[in-house]
Every structure is written in C-alpha cells, then in structure tokens.
C-alpha cells in the first residue's frame, strides 16, 4: 500500500502541472488527445536517452561539466527538440506561440513522470522525498519546457524573421538552463538548496511571463474578444 502511495506521488505532480498549462491556454485549447499524446512521447523518449547517456558516461571521461551539461541536459534538451520540431513544429494543430509552449511541457512532464516513477520504484523513496522531486525535478522540467515552446513558437510564428536563429535558440537556453541546474545539484552537496530555490523561483517568474506573452500573441485573440462582445 505504501508503495502504491508512492508510486502515486510520482506521477500526480507530472498530470498536475499539464492540467495547469493546459487550462492556461486562454484562446484556443488544444485537442486532449495530442496533448496526452506528446505526454506519451515523452515518456518513450526516456528509454533511448537512458541508452545515449549510459553510452556517453561509459566513453567519455567527463567531469561535472560533461556530466551536467552534456550527458544530462544535453541529451535530454536535444532529444525533446528533436521530437517535437519533427513531430509537432509543422503540425496543423500547432496554430497560435502558445501552442510550442504546451506541447514542449507536456514532452517534457511525460520524460519527468517516467523517470520519477523509476527513482520511486528502485530506491524505495518516502513520500517525503517524492514531494521535494516534485517541487524540483518534475517543477524544473516544465519550466525548460516552457522555455523551449515558447522560444518554438516565436519561431514558428515569426514571419520568417530569423526563424532559424529563434529556434536554435529554443535549444540552446533550455539546454542552458538544465545545465546549470543539474551543475548545482551534482557538484554543491551541502549548499546546493541555497542555489536551487532562486534559480526555481527565476525560472517561474520567467516561465509565467513567457505564457502571458505567449497568449497575448494569439491570432485567436481578437475572436474571442468578438464572441465576448457578442453575448
């Protein structure tokens, strides 16, 4: 029963945090079926980047930096754009910037509920340290996942402006940020939390305002403020 409970607290901050950016999209939500798709992907995507990064430690010599920023963030970030500019960036349903923000967190809660659920099933976590995961692993990953969509959907909606500079840089900063986050936790064993918490607390005041820019850049805007008048 108690690892039931466990098992649980696993995968309810992941569904948690989709729910929220799925309600936050104000103008046209997005179809549930591809949502929970992407969600699926994500977590699918787990098994081949286990056996990148088993590969990379096992043939590099690498310190805290390769580890940080390559063997973790580098692999995950690069393997979640991979699928979604391939699968999503040119998809039908893809169709106003906050979509890229959607779906890059829903890719990348899929891949942090999968691998939350492994760390609670092989190390016998409490429910306590399942709480501190989802405040930060889980927390973290919708937040480069916020970054990655957002910068997608500036791309994608840019008018051919420096489209292909945009979205190398829908790569590159949540590639950036996931670095440093992971830095911080293998590298401050007795600091860290002094770290983490206004690196958590930047990333959400960033990632919230890059969902309101997201919205009010909606070609469904002016629609619905039309069918508000109306009634």
Not at 172 to 179: A, K, R, S
Not at 193 to 221: E, H, Q, T
């Amino acid at each position: 029963m108690l690892l039931l409970s466990v098992i649980s607290s696993a995968v309810a901050p992941g569904l948690a945090l989709l729910t929220f950016f799925y309600l936050k999209d104000k103008y046209d939500q997005e179809p549930l079926f591809m949502v929970l798709k992407v969600f699926l992907l994500g977590i699918l995507i787990v098994f081949p980047i286990m056996i990148i990064q088993r590969g990379l430690v096992l043939g590099l010599d690498g310190g805290p930096y390769a580890d940080a920023f390559l063997i973790s963030s580098g692999v995950e970030e690069c393997l979640k754009w991979f699928v979604l500019y391939h699968m999503i960036y040119n998809h039908t349903e893809f169709d106003e910037p906050y979509d890229g923000i959607l779906y890059a967190v829903a890719i990348s809660l899929g891949f942090a509920t999968l691998e939350n659920v492994m760390y609670a099933w092989y190390s016998h976590a409490s429910i306590g340290s399942m709480f501190m995961r989802a405040l930060l692993p889980v927390s973290g990953h919708a937040m480069f996942g916020v970054i990655m969509g957002y910068h997608m959907g500036r791309a994608k909606f840019s008018g051919g402006v420096k489209t292909r500079g945009i979205l190398i840089m829908s790569l590159l900063l949540p590639w950036l940020w996931h670095g440093i986050y992971d830095f911080i936790l293998t590298t401050m064993t007795n600091t860290w939390i002094w770290f983490i918490v206004p690196l958590m607390a930047v990333l959400w005041y960033g990632g919230m305002g890059k969902v309101a820019r997201a919205n009010s850049r909606s070609p469904f805007r002016f629609l619905k403020r039309e069918e508000e008048i109306n009634l």
